[in-house]
């Protein structure tokens, strides 16, 4: 049994692979017509928690399973590290559930049942939530009733019945949680790597005994090492004497040697009868032969001629194998949105050579053939790799996960809106290749990683990140999202703006990336509805509560992304009391107390005056109203920044101002509330009424805290 601060978990077995399986735990409702049925076996909400522990949540072995019989039921799973916070989920339905008893389905592709692979790699914190988005009661068919379920599932575990569905089925849940593990992956030396580990021998911290190799393994919010014997041996790599025990290669049950087989500690060596020549190696060795001439003639004739039945079989089966693979590369083509892509692109004025089509071969080399050691990150869209191409530029290559229409036309969204954007400020777009299995994206590769790491990495410490280089990137980033808005071909919004999304070139400019979930606006719309898509912490309430996009959900979000600049905090924290977790929510507050100087970042107060300070602050809270008409235009925002950048390299101008704002911090609050309290409050003079804030810190609470 394992223990952390919330919850014990039941260990099944560890194998010295690195792998450790734990009996599973169910989010899951029943339902009968017109009700909810409870149980004290049954949660709509689990939690696996696993800091403080070396353990995360496998990937790879895992996958999502969601069960369910409800018109629009929705199941979520939320992994939390101390970064981020991102949610993931599939949709589970049966319109007559009537009908699903005489079905004998048990594929799991959204007819009553959902899977999901597991977005991130390294995960700690796994949230898993079932609930109906829709009243249950008036839906149901009155002499059915049914149960729906969410959990994780080691991969080919679990395999799905009709008759999961129906009933107060406790018998479908407990054998789910005897039978059906959940993986996790195990670590030793935690925050040590193997060399530092090695280097710390004196102190035997190093874990790894005699003839064994060490391997870095990428624990999420740590990392640590797993310890494995070396070809020739076997034994625990953990445990004195180690891997010490010499594998007889010969004695197998393949004998790696056509004829003599010598067993050596630790390997093995082959040789030939005497009278013969050769290795006698089966693994690319020459074979045994007889020393004699007649016998070499005859073997040099016969090879001569098998040669050249090879050649002749060989030209034959290349041919037919290249007419294959080019037939298969027009399949992929096909099959990855090459006719979405030439359609979309055509209507907006650009063509299939307006960027470069690499080929498959190209990116291979590129990447050497895609190894684990290339990753630059991993995410819902898909894994990055770091490429170098043939002529020596550096580039960053991205992998989709295409499994369904949907992240097809998500890809093909956002190949046509970067073949349209022109700008410094704008990750640009080499090219793509669309002959392979998955589609691949090539971007130009940005060195100096996120600007969320820059924020975070050294907080309360003295860095590069001045006020002058915090007005700059901030200037940057905005004019880059005012061209989206308003200088494109078409109007696109980002969706997803966040710093984890500005990346950082060798000069520190800032480079808007990721626009998997951003949408083409048509100009005669101002609004557009979609699915919820976005971070927890940036994401726009009126949004989230609407499904309403407009130009104004990024504004929001780069509200947040400026308070986050100002106050070096994340956009989420649990180091926060409870209602100031929200990053927004924690600013507001702050302003609205007369408390901005006390949360913004040490070196900010020393290097900038506090006019600067409060005018960066009220542009932020302008960003953060809750009614998006309210807030500014990108280009507003923008203009501001850039005035700001303009006086910060000019400090002697409009000093007359100085005076107004040691005046306005001495006040008790920066947002002056009217007597009337009935008055609803001016974006225009910066007023923040407290009906206003209210209704914000409300729809924040709500959004982050799903029934």
């Known amino acids: 049994m394992l223990s952390n601060f919330t919850h014990s978990l039941e260990i099944i077995d560890i194998s010295l692979t690195g792998q450790m399986r734990i009996r599973n735990r169910l989010a899951t409702k029943c339902y009968q017509p017109r009700q909810v049925i409870v149980q004290s076996i049954m949660s709509n ?43 993931s989920g599939c949709g589970a339905t049966c319109n007559t559930p009537e009908n699903m008893h005489k079905q004998n389905d048990t594929s799991c592709m959204g007819n009553g049942c959902c899977q999901l692979e597991i977005p991130n790699k390294g995960l700690k914190h796994v949230r898993i939530i079932t609930e109906s988005l829709i009243d249950v009661g008036n839906t149901t068919n ?41 993986v996790l992956d195990w670590y030793v030396g935690v925050n040590e790597t193997c060399r530092e580990a090695q280097q710390n021998r004196s102190r035997s911290s190093y874990a790894c005994m005699e003839n064994t190799d060490c391997t870095d393994v990428y624990g999420g919010t740590d990392f640590g090492y797993r310890c494995s014997c070396r070809t020739g041996y076997q034994g625990n790599p953990y445990l004195s004497p180690g891997c ?8 197998g049950p393949i004998n790696p040697c056509t004829h003599i087989c010598k067993n050596t500690i630790g390997n093995y060596t082959c040789s030939c009868p005497k009278g013969y020549s050769g290795t006698g190696r089966k693994d690319g060795g020459t074979p045994c032969f007889k020393n004699k001439s007649n016998t070499l003639k005859l073997g040099l004739g016969i090879g001569l001629g098998l040669a050249f039945l090879m050649f002749i079989f060989g030209s034959v089966n290349l041919f037919f194998r290249r007419r294959k693979l080019m037939k298969k590369r027009e399949k992929f083509f096909e099959q990855n949105g090459g006719v979405l892509l030439s359609q979309q692109l055509h209507p907006n004025g650009g063509t299939m050579d307006s960027s470069k089509i ?38 960053a290559i991205k ?74 990137l901030a200037a940057e980033a905005a004019d880059a999202l005012s061209y989206l808005h308003s200088a494109a071909s078409i109007p696109i919004i980002h969706r997803d703006v966040k710093s984890s999304n500005i990346l950082l070139d060798e000069n520190y400019t800032a480079k808007i990336s990721d626009f998997g979930a951003s949408r083409l606006v048509p100009i005669d719309q101002t609004q557009v509805t979609t699915l919820v898509q976005g971070t927890l912490g940036y994401l726009d309430p009126e949004y989230f509560q609407t499904s309403q996009l407009t130009e104004k959900s990024d504004v929001y979000s780069f509200g947040v992304l400026l308070a986050e600049l100002l106050t070096r905090e994340k956009p989420l924290s649990i180091e926060r009391k409870m209602e100031e977790r929200n990053l927004a929510i924690y600013f507001i507050l702050s302003v609205k107390e007369g408390r901005l100087m006390e949360i913004l970042d040490p070196q900010l107060v020393r290097e900038a005056n506090e006019e600067q300070l409060i005018t960066m602050a009220n542009l932020a809270m302008k960003c953060l109203y809750v009614v998006g008409e309210d807030r500014p235009t990108m280009k507003e925002v923008a203009l501001e920044l850039e005035g700001l950048r303009s006086q910060n390299r000019h400090p002697w101008a409009d000093q007359s101002h100085q005076d107004e704002t040691s005046n306005l911090t001495n006040q008790n609050d920066l947002y002056p509330m009217p007597s009337n309290a009935n008055y609803n409050g001016n974006p225009s003079t910066g007023e923040f009424t407290t009906g206003q804030y209210t209704m914000q810190i409300d729809m924040i609470n709500e959004m982050n805290h799903p029934r």
């Open 45 to 87: 909400d689990v939690i696996i928690y696993l800091d403080n522990l070396p353990l995360v949540v496998s990937d790879t072995a895992n996958k999502f399973i969601g069960i369910g019989c409800v018109d629009d039921l929705t199941m979520i799973i939320a992994e939390s590290t101390p970064i981020l916070v991102h949610m």
């Open 142 to 182: 009155n002499n059915v009733s049914y149960c729906s379920a969410a959990f994780l599932a080691e991969v080919n575990e679990f395999t799905f019945s009709v008759a999961d569905l129906f009933g107060n089925n406790a018998g479908f849940i407990k054998r789910t949680i005897d039978n059906v593990p959940v």
């Open 244 to 251: 010490t025990t010499d594998i007889n290669e010969c004695e």
């Open 358 to 395: 690499f080929s498959i071969e190209e990116l291979q080399k590129a990447t050497n053939n895609y190894h684990e050691d290339r990753i630059l990150g991993k995410g819902g869209y898909g894994t990055v790799y770091k490429g170098i191409l043939k002529d020596g530029r550096e580039v």
């Open 399 to 472: 992998k989709s996960r295409v499994t369904d229409r949907t992240q097809v036309e998500q890809f093909i969204n956002e190949v046509v809106i970067l073949t349209q954007i022109n700008h410094r400020n704008v990750v640009k777009l080499l090219g793509c290749c669309l002959e392979t299995e998955v589609p691949l994206l090539v971007y130009e590769f940005i060195s100096n990683g996120t600007l969320f790491e820059h924020i975070h990495r050294n907080k309360g410490v003295t860095s590069w990140l001045t006020w002058a280089n915090c007005i700059k």
